[in-house]
């Protein structure tokens, strides 16, 4: 863990728990050292839309599977209420 007075290492650590790659991490790094805030802000936006466009995906994949699981509730109920008919 970086001391809250070490500017880099807190940088650093905050990459890593990002979850960024290392060449992410030490292009970001680079462009921290040499002071280039703006460029460092521009590859935290675009790696941010990268999860951002990750997290949409997985959601997607969540709610085909809640569907499948509605799906398969609801027939299963239906199956027990024909049977409960009989």
Do not use: F, P, W
Request: some cysteine; hydrophobic content about 30%.
């Amino acid at each position: 863990m970086a001391e809250a007075n070490d500017k880099y290492g807190r940088i650093y650590q905050n990459l890593v728990d990002a979850g960024c790659n290392q060449k992410t991490i030490q292009r970001c790094m680079k462009l921290a050292q040499e002071n280039n805030v703006e460029a460092l802000l521009s590859q935290l936006c675009v790696y941010r839309k990268h999860l951002m466009e990750q997290t949409h995906n997985y959601q997607e994949n969540i709610d085909c599977l809640d569907y499948l699981i509605y799906s398969l509730k609801k027939s299963n109920e239906n199956k027990e209420n024909v049977n409960d008919r009989l």
